[in-house]
């Protein structure tokens, strides 16, 4: 990341996207909140200063889509350098409206249950364990904004739900959500949100989960996730992920954000829409509009991209790898997603973009990218240039002899460097680098080192790539 030089007006700027909110669960829930630069910002949890992040799709993971079948998967992802399992919805998932034959993980009919389709309570309880003792963290994917037209809250309360002109309670306006209802956030009084921290607490007390991933989280008001993040840290520190891209939701309530920006700039380079010199331009703006502490999540897929907009290899084409070290490395904490690792591809090859609402086991066709993400995965681990936020290293452009078709760029934090250099051409690429650069650098890949005094000079394959780490 830019190393962050000035961020006054940060207070203001929160101000102007959600209103400063004040804390209202009293002296014994307070968020653990710290001085830095010019205002107060979020004490992330120390064993998230270089975590790497991987969604599981309960349901799609394995043939069973069970936490039992899941379990057995995570000592190889945890060779495979992740540190944190964000889970999809865990809950059991409404019938009324339901799309498909198994409808939405985002349709919540109980807050406080757990899908019969996944297994038991036990069984949740026992793979959060194995997790714990595999020294990973899990969050679970939480759902604010609405629930499911036959949770429970509909009959008991249904003064949460946000009516229409007839009284009625009515799917998320403008969206083509019709199988949830909208929660109402805009009244104070109607005691939801007593109720979702209530059912937020639940699953850290029982189940001694570590934090959650909020969707949509800006349709949430921002004063709400800053008390539950304080009701919250009162159990223990936990870590929270907002389906957001909101400056200010880090300052009280979350310790990391989407780049949606980066994913749709990444889209476009894919499609040939624009150039990846672009990428200069966004990794700047970051810099001015992000507090340096903040954690950003870089990825290449996810549920949404994958179902929806399609896989890498869809959207990036040949550069489908380049994409992927690229995004693992220039920033913050790099995600993968269930079948990530088998290309997202059906066994002839084709792209495979798993079904949304109803049953599609992933393709791991022999795990054929696991190799390369588990090297981003486990430098990211081992490299502080490379960690999360203030605690990573300063990201830089390199420039070389031919910056039309090379994208070369530094993560620098003390002595730890990190040199990765991506081919976006479709022929080989011999690259000398022009800066005051030197020393021995590593290949994280191979055996391949590269010597570099001012000027440097390596090779990469068509739509090739490296990432070096400096000796």
């Known amino acids: ?175 083509d959500w019709w199988d949830v209802a909208q929660l109402d956030w805009t009244r104070r009084d109607n005691g939801l949100r007593a109720a979702m921290t209530d059912a937020l607490k639940y699953w850290v007390k029982e189940f001694d989960v570590d934090g959650y991933r909020c969707d949509v989280a800006e349709k949430v008001p921002q004063d709400y996730w800053e008390e539950a993040r304080a009701a919250l840290d009162s159990i223990k520190p936990v870590f929270m992920l907002a389906e957001a891209e909101l400056p200010a939701h880090h300052l009280k309530a979350f310790d990391m954000s989407y780049t949606w920006h980066y994913m749709g700039l990444c889209n476009d380079i894919g499609a040939g829409k ?87 086991t992933a393709h791991w066709n022999g795990y054929n990218r696991q190799d390369v993400i588990a090297k981003l995965f486990n430098a990211h681990l081992a490299n502080p240039a490379l960690w999360n936020g203030e605690y990573g290293g300063e990201y830089s452009r390199v420039k070389t002899s031919n910056d039309d078709e090379i994208y070369c760029y530094t993560r620098t934090r003390g002595d730890n460097v990190v040199l990765v250099m991506l081919n976006f051409s479709n022929k080989s690429q011999r690259i000398d680098l022009i800066g005051e650069m030197e020393g021995e650098f590593s290949s994280i890949f191979n055996n391949q080192t590269l010597k570099v005094f001012t000027r440097g000079d390596a090779k990469l394959a068509p739509h090739g790539y490296q990432v070096f780490v400096k000796k």
Request: with cysteine.
């Open 274 to 360: 624009k150039h990846f010199s672009e990428i200069d331009t966004y990794m700047a703006a970051q810099d001015t509009l992000f507090p340096v502490s903040a954690y950003r999540m870089y990825f290449t897929t996810n549920h949404d991209e994958n179902s929806w907009k399609g896989t890498c290899a869809e959207r990036f084409g040949p550069l489908a790898p380049v994409m992927d070290v690229m995004s693992f490395t220039i920033a913050g904490m790099p995600l993968a997603y269930t079948g990530q690792e088998g290309g997202e591809a059906y066994p002839d090859g084709k792209p495979h973009r798993l079904r949304f609402f109803d049953k599609d």
């Open 1 to 175: 990341m830019f190393v962050n030089k000035s961020f006054s007006g940060l207070a203001a700027v929160a101000c102007l996207f959600a209103g400063c909110g004040s804390n209202h669960e009293g002296d014994s829930a307070k968020a653990h909140i710290v001085s830095h630069t010019e205002t107060q910002v979020l004490s992330h949890p120390d064993w998230s200063r270089n975590a790497t992040i991987y969604e599981v799709n309960v349901r799609q993971h394995t043939p069973e889509g069970t936490f039992a079948a899941f379990e057995k998967d995570i000592p190889r992802l945890r060779d495979m350098g992740v540190r944190i399992l964000w889970l999809m919805p865990i809950h059991p998932i409404g019938k009324v409206n339901r799309k498909g034959s198994l409808g939405s993980y985002y349709s919540v009919r109980d807050y406080k249950a757990i899908n019969p389709e996944y297994g038991t309570e036990d069984d949740f309880r026992r793979l959060v364990q194995t997790a714990h003792a595999a020294g990973m963290k899990v969050i679970l994917d939480w759902v604010a904004n609405h629930s499911a037209f036959d949770n429970g809250w509909t009959i008991t309360h249904p003064e949460y739900y946000l009516p229409d002109s007839a009284g009625k309670i009515q799917p998320p306006l403008n969206t």
